[in-house]
């Protein structure tokens, strides 16, 4: 070291704690074929533990062990599966970078987005300083009254009022008032006022909204009850929920013994409808192993409310999976990729089915792509937003190995004075009033599209509508959960879980789907709907009756599914298999014309690119493996 500098005045200069300015970084091994493939060998647990002890800088935050070491990427018993948490400062990344050995992953734990509440995406506003123009600014303070039902003063409602700049924020007192500055040019009106929906009740939006100056401007918030009749106690099915024909399908179809997993900010279990949900963990509180149930955003209760609501009564909101086994994993507020990938090790863990991740970010991720196609080749398939942005589709629904879900609304299903009626696109408007929003993302990825419009579900302390290509997503997972639960295919040949299973799930939900002309990148293959499966999906089985198990083995006894009458069925390989017609081309099967299939009810699929990407998987870690390690 040289020489201590001073300051001019001959004191020791001030010193610069590293920590400040440390960002966090996920370290990962590459692991089975993706090693392989780069032509070097994956590490092993030991190798990267001395490798990172080597590195100058590096602070480990925590270390996250799967559960499951050897997982279906596995090539070796020893190879390394850990992944670390580590906070680095940034002058030393990129040396950090390159000291680092090509089989390890360095990438920084972004943040993950789950978008507003309401799905809400304005313009940005423009700072004062970028406008040059002669003349002043006219200030202003406008005073507000929010009143619901029987002029009812709404307390603690956010309102947002845009001038020139930065919006102006605030929340109504006891007496549903507020006063919120604003700038403007002279003569010119607000840009924009925003008042958010409490509990029960439609938010309002109004674009260069007449404000009085010195007087109480009065804002009438319409409740649901309003505008939705019987609401909430007869209101069984949300619009999105019709649309997909969920009404149509026998109440005893119920989900029972599948496993979802909800990705999000939680889920208020003391909402009546959601009382049956008591499993979950808190990714961003270790202190309290309750605090999943603490929902301090709304979003994922309103996810939760879509899935999984039950009434007993049978006359309020029900979800499409009131009896599936629901996991409420915690990652946000705060949400990083690092919670994303601990949330998936838990999915593989504990043998989740279906994942719910409304959430995205504009970073892809190398770690949580091993990650998902870890749990696609375990049998979990994993449905994620789009994103909400109005641009290119978000990661991870970007992934491969996801189905990525768009959204779509449905006019007058909503007061023309809300933040909903700006989203809709006059060019993007179908026959039936179904529209493409202009905050839906788009791209190649987008699989389907899903009612992500106004929607109304279970909020921490009542019901809300939101919006957003995340309300979109649970939408598509319930309807995935009442196809892996009920449907034959899935009750027989594909009932264990394999990378096959969800390849044959995402193309049946592909193949359900009402295309609509909004261009593919904005809907993918269409709006996917139960309609024309009243008959062939199958209940549970009464206790006493025959079922199909299976705990991933490959044992599987009887199902009352494999005799279900007008279903075409082959003998391959000593397998029967229903829908053979459609399924033996995906899989690699001998296949046959329709013909063969008789009167049989056969629904075509769609080939998921997943299923070009991993149904082989095997059998190159197989070869590589041979290639490779010489075993």
């Known amino acids: 070291m040289g020489e201590e500098s001073k300051s001019p005045g001959g004191a020791p200069p001030p010193t610069r704690n590293l920590d400040q300015g440390k960002r966090q970084f996920i370290i990962t091994p590459r692991r089975g074929s993706r090693a392989l493939s780069a032509g070097f060998r994956p590490m092993s647990a030991g190798a990267v533990r001395a490798t ?56 920084e734990d972004a943040a993950l987005e789950y978008g507003t509440p309401a799905g809400l995406s304005r313009p940005a506003p ?106 909430p106690e007869h209101f069984r099915y949300g619009w999105g929920q019709l649309q997909m024909g969920l009404h149509r399908i026998p109440e005893t179809l119920t989900c029972r013994g599948l496993r979802i997993a909800i990705v999000d900010s939680g889920a208020d279990t003391s909402h009546p409808l959601l009382h049956h949900i008591r499993l979950g963990l808190d990714l961003t509180n270790s202190a309290d192993p309750q605090a999943w149930t603490l929902d301090v955003i709304g979003h994922g209760t309103h996810a939760a409310g879509i899935i999984a609501a039950r009434d007993e009564s049978g006359k309020m909101l029900r979800g499409f999976a009131p009896d599936a086994e629901i ?61 909400n942005s109005g641009g290119r589709v978000q990661y991870p629904a970007s992934s491969r190995y996801t189905l990525a879900i768009g ?48 929607v109304v579900s279970t909020v921490p302390g009542g019901f809300e509508p939101q919006s957003g290509t995340s309300t979109a997503a649970p939408h598509v997972t ?41 261009g593919a990148e ?31 083995n490959g044992q599987t006894a009887a199902s009352p599914a494999a005799a279900a009458p007008g279903i075409a069925y082959r003998t391959m390989g000593g397998v029967t298999d229903p829908m053979a017609a459609s399924v033996a081309p995906v899989f690699g099967m001998p296949a046959f014309s329709p013909q063969d299939a008789g009167s049989a009810q056969v629904a075509p699929l769609y080939v998921h690119p997943l299923v070009a990407q991993a149904w082989p998987v095997q059998a190159l870690l197989e070869s590589l493996r041979r290639q490779y390690l010489g075993v």
């Open 52 to 107: 990172l002890g080597q590195l100058p800088g590096v602070e480990l935050v925590r270390v996250l062990r799967p559960r499951r070491p050897f997982s279906a990427l596995s090539l070796a018993p020893d190879e390394a599966t850990e992944t670390y948490v580590a906070r680095i400062d940034p002058s030393r990344t990129e040396l950090i970078r390159h000291m680092v050995p090509p089989q390890l992953v360095v990438e």
């Open 126 to 231: 423009t700072r004062l300083a970028s406008w040059s123009f002669g003349g002043a600014f006219e200030n202003r303070q406008i005073r507000f009254r929010v009143i619901g039902e029987g002029g009812k003063p709404l307390a603690s409602v956010g309102v947002s009022l845009a001038g020139e700049g930065f919006p102006q924020e605030g929340r109504t007192d006891k007496r549903g008032e507020v006063t919120l500055p604003l700038a403007t040019l002279p003569g010119r009106r607000a840009r924009s006022l925003f008042v958010s929906a409490p509990n029960s009740y439609w938010d309002q939006f109004l674009t260069e909204p007449d404000l009085i100056d010195g007087d109480m401007n009065v804002i009438h918030l319409r409740a649901i009850e309003e505008t939705i009749a019987g609401f």
């Open 522 to 552: 904005r809907v993918g293959a269409g709006l996917p709907r139960l309609h024309g499966l009243e008959q062939l999906l199958q209940p549970e089985p009464q206790p006493g009756e025959p079922t199909t198990v299976s705990r991933g």
């Open 327 to 387: 996991h409420v994993i915690k990652v946000f507020p705060g949400g990083q990729f690092s919670n994303l990938l601990e949330a998936l090790d838990y999915c593989v863990d504990l043998d989740i089915d279906i994942v719910n991740l409304s959430l995205g970010s504009a970073q892809p991720s190398e770690a949580i792509e091993q990650k998902l196609e870890e749990a696609a080749l375990h049998g979990i398939a994993c449905v994620v937003a789009a994103g």
């Open 407 to 454: 959204a779509v609304g449905r006019l007058n299903e909503f007061p023309e004075s809300t933040w909903d009626a700006t989203t809709v696109l006059p060019n993007l408007v179908a026959g039936d009033g179904i529209f493409s929003p202009g905050f839906s993302a788009f791209g190649p990825e987008v699989a389907v599209c899903a009612p992500g419009v106004a």
């Open 478 to 518: 319930g309807l995935a959960a009442l196809l892996l639960a009920h449907h034959p295919l899935f009750q027989g040949p594909l009932r264990n879980r394999s990378h096959q299973r969800v390849a044959a799930l995402f193309s049946m939900i592909r193949s359900l789907c009402v295309p609509y002309g909004f």
